[in-house]
């Protein structure tokens, strides 16, 4: 795969950093047993033109597993994920070989616009898909204040 692509671009920097920056976000880092994996859940959060939507893949998990509360234009996901379960009962944590599903008790704080109306938020969590919906506020128009002489 050739790093630098001269037919799109005539800047290879921006390319190369494209490129590492793509690299470094499918690594989890490891040292000496600590890892320090990917923010849990994983959002993608869209511009839409009258809302904007956060998604978030939570497979596993049931509604009454989840809390979400907003405060000070800060969203917060809260739940807990039970461990795998096979047909004899759950697995012993000296079972796992590799794990890259976590599960216990996670938390997840995202900054939210400042232009969204608090009052009319909605989420739905269908088929381990949580979809939060966060209206737009009105768009305010400047106004003109009048001026007045001193006098």
Do not use: C
């Not at 793509?22 to 490891?30: A, H, P, T, Y």
């Not at 033109?49 to 000070?72: K, S």
Request: hydrophobic share 35%; charged share 30%; aromatic share 8%.
């Amino acid at each position: 795969m050739p790093i630098f692509r001269w037919e799109q671009s005539w800047n290879p920097l921006r390319d190369l950093e494209r490129e590492v920056d793509r690299l470094i976000q499918g690594v989890e880092f490891s040292v000496q047993g600590i890892r320090m994996p990917r923010q849990y859940p994983a959002v993608n959060i869209f511009e839409l033109d009258h809302e904007f939507l956060i998604t978030a893949e939570l497979p596993g998990m049931q509604v009454e597993d989840l809390d979400l509360t907003i405060a000070n234009g800060v969203l917060t996901l809260k739940g807990h994920r039970n461990p795998p379960v096979i047909d004899e009962g759950e697995i012993p944590e000296e079972r796992f070989r590799r794990q890259e599903r976590p599960f216990g008790e996670w938390q997840r704080s995202i900054s939210i616009p400042d232009r969204i109306s608090e009052e009319h938020l909605s989420a739905e969590f269908n088929d381990g898909v949580l979809k939060i919906h966060l209206p737009k506020l009105e768009e305010e128009l400047p106004r003109q204040i009048p001026v007045s002489s001193g006098e």
